[in-house]
């Protein structure tokens, strides 16, 4: 796959794919370890289902 199909593919997805794309770069660059970015999720995933 080219990175224009790549891009047009992302282009297309979903919003939360687009979301977990872009955190998962920003995470991975960021170099957090695996372990932190779990916990991290788990309290921003109890955060978020409060509010619905």
């Not at 282009?11 to 660059?29: H, M, T």
């Not at 916990?39 to 289902?49: G, H, S």
């Amino acid at each position: 796959m080219s990175d224009n199909q790549t891009t047009n593919t992302l282009e297309n997805a979903p919003e939360e794919i687009k979301l977990a794309v872009d955190l998962i770069y920003l995470l991975e660059s960021n170099e957090i370890a695996p372990n932190i970015v779990l916990a991290a999720l788990e309290i921003v995933r109890k955060d978020f289902e409060s509010k619905i």
